[in-house]
C-alpha cells in the first residue's frame, strides 16, 4: 500500500463544515480515509463533496463553546486520525480587550482542543491502538500579531501542547504534530482582507505573491496522518508561502 494511504482509517475533523476544516476532510477522503465531519453547525456541504466523489463521510454536531464538548465524540467508533481545527479570533486593541473575548476564544481553540484530545488518546490507547493527532496552529504560534491577544496567546499554547503530547505518546503509538497555515482566504481573515491596507501589507510580505487557499493546507495534514510521517512527532509545519521565512 502506498505510503500516502488512508485507506482503512477513520478521521474526525473538527470545524468541518467551511475553510480549513472542510479541505483537509475532502483530502483525508481522497487519500482513503473515512472521515466524521465534526462541527456546531451541520456539515452537509461537507460530507456532499465526499460522497459525492465516492468517499465515506458522516457528521456530527459538536459545540466547543462548551470546552468540554468533545468527551463523548470517540465513545461509539473506533477513530484513528483527529484533526483538531476548530478555532475563533477576536479582534480588539489590548487596552480594550474583554475577559469574554479572552475566554471565548482559549475555551475552543486551547481548552476543548486538549481536553478533546485527551478523550481520543485514551480511547485509542484503551483499545490498544495507534493514532494521529494533527492541530491546527498559526503564524501567530510564532509571531505576537496585533490586536489579537487571546487568538495569540491560544495559538501559541496550541504549539506548546503538540510538543508536549508528542513526548508523552511518541512511545504509545500516537503522532501529535501541527499545520500552521499563513495567511488562508476564509471566514476567518474576511475582516483583514477587507481593510485595503492591510490586506496589502499582508500580501506584499508573502513570497508566494499570494494568499493561500484552504485547498492549499489539506496536503500537508493528510501527509501528517500517513504512514509517511511515521516517525514525525512534535513538529509544526509551516505552510505559509514562504512567510515565516522572510
Ligand atoms: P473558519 O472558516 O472560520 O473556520 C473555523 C471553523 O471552526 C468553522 O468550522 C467554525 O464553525 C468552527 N468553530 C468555531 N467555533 C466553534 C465551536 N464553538 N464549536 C465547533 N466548531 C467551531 O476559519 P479557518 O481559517 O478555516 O479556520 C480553521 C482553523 O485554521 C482555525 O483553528 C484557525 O485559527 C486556523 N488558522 C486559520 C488561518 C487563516 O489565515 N485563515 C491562519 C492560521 C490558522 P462555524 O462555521 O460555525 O463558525
Request: aromatic share 6%.
Amino acid at each position: 500500500m502506498s505510503m500516502f494511504s488512508l485507506q482503512g482509517k477513520r478521521a474526525l475533523v473538527t470545524g468541518a463544515n467551511t475553510g480549513i476544516g472542510q479541505a483537509i476532510a475532502v483530502g483525508l477522503a481522497q487519500a482513503g480515509a473515512q472521515v466524521i465531519c465534526a462541527g456546531r453547525r451541520a456539515c452537509d456541504e461537507t460530507v456532499a463533496m465526499i460522497t459525492d466523489a465516492g468517499g465515506t463521510a458522516s457528521a456530527v454536531l459538536v459545540d466547543f463553546a462548551d470546552p468540554m464538548a468533545g468527551q463523548g465524540l470517540f465513545a461509539g467508533q473506533p477513530i484513528d486520525i483527529l484533526v483538531n481545527n476548530a478555532g475563533i479570533i477576536r479582534r480588539n486593541d489590548a487596552l480594550d480587550f474583554t475577559e469574554e473575548d479572552w475566554d471565548a476564544v482559549m475555551d475552543v481553540n486551547l481548552k476543548a482542543l486538549f481536553f478533546t484530545t485527551q478523550a481520543f488518546a485514551k480511547a485509542v490507547l484503551a483499545r490498544g491502538a495507534q493514532g494521529r493527532v494533527v492541530n491546527i496552529a498559526s503564524l501567530l504560534s510564532f509571531q505576537g500579531g496585533i490586536r489579537v491577544p487571546s487568538y495569540t496567546a491560544s495559538k501559541h499554547g496550541v504549539a506548546g501542547l503538540t510538543k508536549l503530547l508528542a513526548n508523552e505518546w511518541a512511545a504509545k503509538g500516537i503522532n501529535v504534530n501541527a499545520v500552521a497555515p499563513g495567511y488562508i482566504e476564509t471566514n476567518n481573515t474576511e475582516a483583514l482582507r477587507a481593510d485595503v491596507e492591510r490586506n496589502a501589507a499582508i500580501l506584499d510580505r508573502i513570497p508566494a505573491g499570494r494568499w493561500g487557499e484552504a485547498s492549499d493546507i489539506a496536503g500537508a495534514a493528510v501527509y501528517l496522518c500517513t504512514p509517511a510521517a511515521n516517525y514525525v512527532h512534535g513538529t509544526i509545519l509551516n505552510v505559509d508561502g514562504g512567510w515565516l521565512a522572510r
